[in-house]
């Protein structure tokens, strides 16, 4: 496997995961997330240096549905990237407080909120339609599976994916996307893993809605060449 295709691995995974950590928030504490979130701004920077060849070609070509979906995400992503990085330095108390930018407070508060959580969305969203091509890689170190454990792990997947329906609507994700509630509720009797878990849950279940929505979308173009 290439240098570069093994880099865009560790910083895919490398993003997931502190995408992950950051929505625990205060719960690994404050200046932690602060750190976190500017180490998320560092990968995603080296993400698009690394994938230079996709943005290149973004006004080349004819867009199909599936193309056209995979920019708005990417748009998406980006503008959502961009506000919680300029909302995080706005209400920053920590690592970045000695910076003067400090007005609007409640605006950056409002902007944070939705940047974090419809991020988070998109961003698994993203992660789906990307999927196929993960599991290519990962068939490369892999040669053979049984039969059994690839039936074993899609069960898993489908149990998981619909523990994350529950986990979305109990962790009041879609209230906060549309700044329902102005404040999130972080419970710190409450284990970390657990909160973790929920979100993981939540993750595979975005996952898998895209992975399926844009399997249909390359199976209903394919049909309309084949007419
Ligand atoms: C992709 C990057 C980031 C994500 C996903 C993210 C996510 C979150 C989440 C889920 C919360 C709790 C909900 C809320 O109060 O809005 C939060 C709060 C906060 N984040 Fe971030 N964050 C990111 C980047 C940053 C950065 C770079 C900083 C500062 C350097 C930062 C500083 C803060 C602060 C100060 C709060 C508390 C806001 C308040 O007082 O209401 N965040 N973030």
Redesign the pocket.
């Known amino acids: 496997m290439k240098q570069n295709t093994i880099l865009k691995i560790v910083v895919d995974i490398g993003m997931t995961v502190?995408?992950l950590l950051?929505?625990?928030?205060?719960l690994i504490g404050?200046a932690m997330?602060?750190?976190?979130?500017?180490g998320?701004?560092g990968l995603?920077i080296i993400h698009h240096i690394l994938n230079r060849k996709w943005i290149r070609s973004i006004v080349k070509g004819k867009y199909t549905p599936l193309r056209l979906w995979q920019t708005v995400l990417v748009i998406g992503i980006l503008l959502?990237?961009a506000g919680?990085?300029y909302?995080?330095?706005i209400?920053?108390?920590?690592?970045?407080s000695f910076l003067p930018i400090k007005g609007g407070?409640s605006l950056?508060?409002n902007v944070?909120?939705i940047?974090?959580?419809w991020?988070?969305v998109l961003m698994s969203l993203h992660l789906g339609l990307h999927w196929v091509m993960m599991i290519g890689m990962a068939k490369r170190f892999v040669k053979e599976v049984p039969i059994l454990l690839i039936w074993l792990l899609r069960g898993i997947t489908v149990l998981v994916a619909g523990y994350g329906v529950y986990a979305f609507i109990q962790r009041e994700i879609g209230q906060?996307m549309l700044l329902k509630n102005e404040?999130?509720f972080?419970d710190f009797q409450e284990p970390l893993i657990f909160f973790l878990a929920d979100y993981i849950a939540v993750m595979v279940l975005l996952v898998c809605i895209n992975h399926f929505f844009s399997k249909g979308m390359r199976y209903v173009a394919q049909k309309r060449k084949a007419v």
């Open positions: 502190l995408l950051l929505m625990t928030y205060e404050e997330h602060e750190w976190l979130g500017i998320m701004f995603f959502t990237m919680s990085m909302s995080g330095i209400l920053s108390k920590h690592v970045l407070q950056a508060r944070h909120m940047s974090a959580y991020g988070f906060y404040y999130v972080f």
